[in-house]
């Protein structure tokens, strides 16, 4: 079927491949870009302002490619297009952090009566944004509740798809994996309070790789995790940069004591494996095979064998290949789910080591509670996207030479940590800064002095 797209910015690009594939784009309208725009290697179309492109093709269906739905199907209906030619790219994949969850039986539609929000057969209308996220947010505290009681073994209970953060946080990313949530809690800060500063997620690895949500955010000071990072942001902004350590260290267990000491006697002597993972948007590939091989090979000196799975490669199914060969399936849950930590700190506190197949987070967070890790080097593909920064971090890794370093470091398994081991993770991923309660609120104290003056 022949459509008008209205959109061409980054909500556009995330969901292209499906609109492509659905149907056949004759002409891209929007409002504040013109000219041309390349859909594939051998097609171009023209973009137009809406009341052109509508002139030109005043039948054709809309597929409405922006995040604020909303105003622009207001838009569409001032300049006379019915609701019947209007289609929602929100229900489409990938969903990624939608503004609600959508699935088969959640979809959008727009009626003479207004918008109408289709949820398993029953039917919620609103007529407005404020009407809508009021939907959201009733959505948002039942997915809160649904996620909030499963254990990390229980796979299906977790619901994986999570629409977004449920966080007081100005900055959306600090409460990536929860890591505000527990930085407020350690400090007995309350829920609501927001900190007035950017919070690095991860060690990025690129030896001049920011996020550019967290250096230009509307603070002035960055928390990170590390003397490495704080060297590459130092580079990139003049803002004041505060180091952490791992935050892990700031989270309780998902696990009582007694049930951590259970688990570990069930479990006996036990390798917890993290297979690099995919995003929302962007696939990570690997010779599967051969890393099962080695996972294999390795077992041998343990008990038990878990794989700890990232959400967006369940989602994949990518979890079932390692189950069919026999092996323990764990997961933190989602990145938006604030016992992301704790569940992540109850795996590891049950095992002995780790191993991986390339550089993460878990590396610190492992050497946290004094588990040794074990890289096990093997080629590692990245699926191209159309958003090139969604996989610069990914592609400028092999560049910097901490990352190479890793490789060389923690090439062998081994029952300890290493002087040069831990050197290297004090450095990435500041273990050694962790701070006690009072040291992280005048930290804390220091970023709010920071943001009134």
């Known amino acids: 079927m022949d459509v008008l797209v209205f959109g061409c910015g980054g909500y556009f690009l995330r969901k292209k491949k499906t609109i492509l594939k659905l149907y056949n784009v004759v002409a891209i309208i929007d409002t504040f870009k013109m000219g041309e725009i390349q859909l594939s290697d051998d097609r171009s179309v023209n973009i137009y302002s809406p009341e052109e492109g509508l002139r030109r093709y005043e ?46 039986n959640q979809k959008i539609r727009l009626n003479k009566f207004g918008f109408c929000y289709e949820k398993n057969g029953c039917k919620i209308e609103f007529k407005n944004a404020d009407e809508f996220d009021a939907i959201c947010h009733k959505e948002e505290q039942e997915y809160k509740i649904s996620i909030d009681k499963a254990s990390y073994d229980e796979i299906e209970k977790m619901n994986l798809r999570i629409p977004k953060p449920i966080t007081s946080e100005k900055c959306v990313q600090n409460d990536f994996y929860g890591n505000a949530y527990w930085i407020k809690n350690y400090c007995g800060l309350p829920e609501d309070y927001f900190i007035k500063s950017a919070i690095e997620h991860a060690c990025y690895m690129g030896e001049d790789y920011v996020w550019d949500e967290d250096v230009n955010s509307v603070f002035d000071s960055i928390i990170t995790l590390s003397p490495k990072r704080k060297e590459v942001l130092n580079k990139k902004t003049s803002k004041k940069v505060f180091m952490l350590g791992p935050y892990i260290a700031y989270a309780g267990y998902s696990k009582s004591k007694r049930e951590l000491e259970e688990e570990r006697e069930r479990l006996g002597r036990t390798l917890v494996v993290f297979p690099t993972h995919s995003t929302d948007i962007v696939k990570m590939n690997f010779d599967f095979d051969l890393f099962i091989r080695e996972i294999k090979n390795l ?155």
Request: aromatic share 12%.
């Open 59 to 104: 039948n054709l269906p809309v597929v409405i490619a922006v995040k604020d739905f909303i105003t622009i199907s207001n838009q569409l209906t001032s300049l006379g297009v019915l609701p019947e030619r209007m289609i929602f790219s929100q229900n489409m994949e990938p969903y990624g952090p939608e503004e609600i969850v959508f699935n088969d």
């Open 299 to 453: 077992s041998k000196e343990f008990d038990s064998v878990r794989i700890c799975v990232h959400y967006a490669d369940i989602l994949r199914n990518k979890h079932l290949m390692y189950k069919e060969a026999g092996f323990e399936i764990v997961s933190a849950g989602h990145m938006f789910n604030p016992l992301f930590l704790p569940r992540l700190k109850s795996i590891l506190y049950c095992c002995d080591m780790i191993m991986a197949n390339d550089a993460g987070s878990y590396i610190g967070q492992a050497a946290y509670l004094n588990k040794p890790c074990y890289l096990y080097h093997q080629k590692l593909d990245v699926d191209e996207t159309e958003n090139k920064e969604d996989v610069k971090e990914y592609l400028i890794r092999n560049t910097d030479n901490f990352y190479k370093k890793l490789f060389q470091t923690f090439n062998t398994p081994q029952g300890h940590i290493s002087k040069e081991q831990r050197d290297m993770i004090n450095y990435g991923w500041g273990n050694d800064l962790v701070m006690d309660k009072e040291g992280l609120k005048k930290v804390i104290g220091e970023i709010e002095e920071i943001w009134i003056n």
